[in-house]
């Protein structure tokens, strides 16, 4: 099959079209063939290399986190799909492999597709879906008449969490640059700041959570927004000592962890408001959560580009602007 593949972890190499074999199909796996693809910057931290002692792949290995497309084999012991099913995911870490046209994947990854969308539609919901979740529900229990500021109400996991938020009964308050107002306001965000313009620290107080997605500084000005027992989630880091343990790092490594993320959690502390970091996981059960969500018209997806499966560099390089409005996918069939 073909695939697109990382060969060396290196800023400037792009991935390489290979031919590769089709992955074997465990007894818990789904053997997918691959109808589109989604694009996330984490496939680009993977693809430089940045991430490799957190998650390490062994090279060559086919790049890709988010999937929609076809069961065309079960394997023995699973039991909520069969061959002939739309299905999506986000393929978990260790077991990746999207940008292919066939990924195998443990069942317990995987939800039938919306009914309600296209394949192209459907690859780019799982991981950003998944991430605004497991901060906005499980994480921060957002709930009714609580308020919440989702950083880049504009870029892939912004334009979900502000849909998500607002279904859960929150007031949203984003920041995006002028051209793009008009899109969260349309996706039901209630205060939008121009973050070329105005600074948010000086326009939102009063915050339940926050979720951040920006540089450090943005992180810090978060904790002035917050009331005293907020929560500030940061999926942009520093990974806090909690998210080391939980991934089973090495002491050097947790060691590390720590002490990047002393000084955020030192002043939080001293503000009264608690910092975590949230680093998402696969989930096929709450991505079916999601799937009802989306066919009862409460979330829809936002894509700024389709590109064919042959330009997935092209794909990644535009994702790696920083500017997509939305998500982007690449067609694979
Ligand atoms: N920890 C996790 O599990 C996890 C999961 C998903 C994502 N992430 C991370 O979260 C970050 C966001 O991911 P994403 O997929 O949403 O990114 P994205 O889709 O690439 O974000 C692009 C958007 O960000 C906006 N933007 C850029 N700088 C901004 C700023 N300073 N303030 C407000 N908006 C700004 C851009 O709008 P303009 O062009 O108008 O500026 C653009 O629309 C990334 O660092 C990603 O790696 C982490």
């Known amino acids: 099959m073909k695939a697109f593949v990382v060969d060396k972890y290196n800023k400037k190499r792009m991935l390489r079209l290979a031919e590769m074999p089709v992955p074997n199909v465990g007894d818990s796996d789904v053997l997918v063939e ?40 079960a394997g023995s012991k699973v039991r909520k ?47 950003v879906g ?17 308020k919440v500021f989702i950083q880049a109400g504009s870029g892939g996991v912004g334009t979900f969490a502000i849909q998500l938020a607002k279904h859960l009964g929150a007031t949203v308050a ?19 700041v121009d973050y070329r313009k105005d600074d948010f ?25 917050l009331k005293p027992g907020g929560k500030l989630i940061s999926i942009s880091g520093p990974p806090d000592p909690e998210f080391a343990r939980e991934k089973g790092l090495n002491l050097v490594l947790r060691t590390l962890l720590r002490l990047l993320s002393r000084g955020i959690r030192t002043k939080a502390r001293r503000r009264g408001v608690n910092y975590s970091f949230l680093f998402m996981w696969a989930q096929g059960y709450q991505l079916s959560k999601i799937t009802a969500l989306i066919e009862s018209g409460a979330i829809r997806p936002v894509l700024d580009r389709v590109f064919p499966f ?17 998500k982007v996918v690449v067609k694979v069939r």
């Open 130 to 146: 998944l991430t605004a979740w497991q901060v906005l529900v499980e994480r921060a229990n957002l709930r009714k008449g609580q």
């Open 81 to 127: 799909f069969k061959p002939g099913d739309d299905v999506y995911a986000r393929a978990r870490d260790g077991r990746i492999g999207a940008f292919a046209e066939f990924i195998a994947m443990d069942e317990a990854d995987v939800a039938l597709k919306p009914k309600n969308l296209s394949m192209e539609e459907a690859a780019s919901i799982p991981l």
């Open 201 to 225: 620290e000086n326009v939102l107080s009063g915050y339940d959570v926050v979720l951040n997605s920006q540089d450090a500084k943005t992180l810090e000005k978060s904790l002035n927004v």
């Open 34 to 73: 691959v109808h589109a693809a989604g694009l996330n910057l984490l496939d680009s931290k993977i693809r430089t290399g940045e991430f490799k002692l957190i998650l390490p792949y062994r090279r060559p290995f086919i790049l890709g986190h988010d999937v929609a497309g076809t069961v065309i084999r």
């Open 174 to 192: 984003t920041t995006v640059s002028a051209a793009s107002a008009g899109l969260v306001k349309g996706l039901g965000a209630d205060v939008v």
């Open 310 to 326: 042959e330009s997935t560099n092209e794909a990644l390089a535009y994702v790696e602007t920083g500017r997509a409005k939305g």
